[in-house]
């Protein structure tokens, strides 16, 4: 069975820190371009940062560029994101995403082929 799984999402206080995970079970993430994702309470799934096959190519969007930090360890199949600086407007699910296309619009959430469950990330004092 084909699956994403996140983890190490939680509760941080503005400025924290904090590094979710996105571990692939039933296929080896080598072979897939990594896509994180958000969604907030009433706002649509929003891309926050992608990462290619080989991790040479990297995306952020505006809102997290300088505090979040996309990277890939294909030999434990697992891809990270780690957030610093933490805002409460980075609140929301966060989900993984891959995708098998070689080419293809890292930000555009259509294009991925598999999605993890998310995990929640809350940034409040």
């Known amino acids: 069975q084909l699956q994403l799984v996140e983890s190490g999402g939680g509760l941080v206080q503005p400025g924290g820190s904090l590094r979710l995970s996105c571990a692939a079970s039933g296929f080896t993430l080598d072979s897939y371009g990594i896509g994180w994702f958000r969604q907030a309470p009433g706002k649509e799934r929003e891309a926050v940062s992608c990462?290619?096959?080989?991790?040479?190519?990297?995306y952020y969007a505006d809102s997290v560029k300088g505090r979040f930090t996309i990277s890939r360890d294909n030999a434990q199949n697992t891809v990270y994101l780690q957030m610093t600086s933490l805002k409460p407007e980075d609140t929301a699910v966060y989900y993984c995403?891959?995708?098998?296309?070689?080419?293809?619009?890292?930000?555009?959430?259509?294009?991925?082929?598999?999605w993890g469950q998310g995990t929640q990330v809350t940034v409040s004092s």
């Open positions: 990462i290619g096959r080989n991790g040479a190519t990297t």
């Open positions: 995403a891959a995708v098998s296309r070689l080419y293809y619009v890292c930000s555009d959430p259509r294009q991925y082929n598999y």
